[in-house]
Antibody, heavy 115, light 107 residues
Framework: EVQLVESGGGLVQPGRSLKLSCAAS????????MAWVRQAPKKGLEWVATISTSGSRTYYPDSVKGRFTISRDNAKSSLYLQMNSLKSEDTATYYCGVGLPFAYWGQGTLVTVSS | DIQMTQSPSFLSASVGDRVTINCKASQNINKYLDWYQQKLGEAPKLLIYNTNSLHTGIPSRFSGSGSGTDFTLTISSLQPEDVATYFCLQHNSGSWTFGGGTKLELK
């Protein structure tokens, strides 16, 4: 059974950094693209980042490019999202997803950016 | 950037009704359009990928169609458990964009 467990969310001040993790199990992690998607409170879904199987290719929308970095450790079956220079508009539940398309998702971790 | 316009944003229907939800892309995305279902308090769930391929375990009352810029999700006979918000997602040329969502309720 595919399992994705996000962690690392919490309350952080604007301008500070936070690193999210996603622990994967139930599938061969190194064979799949991975991604982060977020959802602001009572809002729609927004794609945040995608990473290739080896980690050599990464993709970001303009809204986070230069501030967020997606990475992975295939030996640990783990996905990460380093978030720098956080803004109030980054407040959201962050989900990790596996595959292209995003076939399975974790339950999410809430990030709140507020002073 | 590719924009996705989803309609309607809200839909009320009765059990047994045929329901259609639409997504329009701002440019040609070929067949690279997926549909997700999100129930209240849950993570999204993949229903349809690449326009018309049914994801594992998804009931056959869900189907997708379209090409180019116009796409449709159809529920052939609405069931109570289908109450949810539905999102389309385009994935073309190394970028991904969600539609704004359609909230589906029972009449």
């Amino acid at each position: 059974e595919v399992q994705l467990v996000e962690s690392g969310g919490g309350l952080v001040q604007p301008g500070r950094s936070l690193k999210l993790s996603c622990a994967a199990s139930g599938f061969t992690f190194s064979n799949y693209y991975m991604a982060w998607v977020r959802q602001a409170p009572k809002k729609g879904l927004e794609w945040v980042a995608t990473i290739s199987t080896s980690g050599s290719r990464t993709y970001y929308p303009d809204s986070v490019k230069g501030r967020f970095t997606i990475s992975r450790d295939n030996a640990k079956s783990s996905l990460y999202l380093q978030m720098n220079s956080l803004k109030s508009e980054d407040t959201a539940t962050y989900y990790c997803g596996v595959g292209l398309p995003f076939a399975y998702w974790g339950q999410g971790t809430l990030v709140t950016v507020s002073s | 950037d590719i924009q996705m316009t989803q309609s309607p944003s809200f839909l009320s229907a009765s059990v047994g009704d045929r329901v259609t939800i639409n997504c329009k892309a701002s440019q040609n995305i070929n067949k690279y359009l997926d549909w997700y279902q999100q129930k209240l308090g849950e993570a999204p769930k993949l229903l349809i990928y690449n326009t018309n391929s049914l994801h594992t375990g998804i009931p056959s009352r869900f189907s997708g169609s379209g090409s180019g810029t116009d796409f449709t999700l159809t529920i052939s006979s609405l069931q109570p458990e289908d109450v949810a918000t539905y999102f389309c997602l385009q994935h073309n040329s190394g970028s991904w964009t969600f539609g704004g969502g359609t909230k589906l309720e029972l009449k």
